[in-house]
Structure formats: C-alpha cells, structure tokens
C-alpha cells in the first residue's frame, strides 16, 4: 500500500481555551482532531511582560492535515495565539493510508 505524505500538527494548549482553538482550527479546514487531556507546568516569555510561570490542566491537539493547512494554522496561531495564552505546535511529516479522509 502506498502512503501519501501529508502533515501532523501537535498543539499543546491551556485546557480552558481547547474549544475555542478547535473551532479556530475547524475555520481553517481542520477536518478533525484528535484531543488528549493533560498537566502542564511552563516557563515562558510572554512578549513586553517578560517570563512568566504557568501551571494547570493542559490539552494535547492532534490532527492531519494537507501542507497548505497546516501553514494556515501555524500562521493563525503565531498571530492570534502565541502572544497570549500558553500554547505550542509542531509539525512533522507523516505516510497517511488514507488520504481522502484528511483533505
């Protein structure tokens, strides 16, 4: 079976955001995902404030989606996002069988 490339972004986020980041992430063509419960403990910088500490329940997203999403949702994050609540992404590539399913 031959496996198509598409892309897996992993948020990390404050639990009390994760509905208003899943419809975020729904606006930008996220055909679903994936939501994992979690305790985070953070230093962080938040930009002109300095770092600060941050404690509480976390939630892990996942989802697959095609390149062009997953650049929409790393730009939205970065502007919207980043700058004030406790949250990060990565992506990776990943061999989907399913393709159809995420696009």
Not at 11 to 36: K, P, W, Y
Not at 84 to 96: N, Q, S, T
């Amino acid at each position: 079976m031959a496996l198509e490339t598409l892309r897996l972004i992993t948020i990390v986020a404050e639990a009390d955001i994760a509905a208003r980041l899943t419809a975020e992430l729904a606006r930008l063509g996220v055909m679903g995902s994936n939501v994992t419960a979690g305790e985070g403990a953070w230093r962080r910088a938040l930009e002109g404030h300095g770092p600060h500490e941050w404690s509480g329940p976390t939630v892990r997203i996942e989802a697959v989606v095609s390149p062009r999403v997953a650049d929409a949702v790393l730009a939205r994050l970065s502007l919207a996002w980043f700058p004030h609540y406790a949250v990060f992404a990565w992506v990776c590539d990943v061999g989907v069988a399913r393709p159809g399913k995420y696009a």
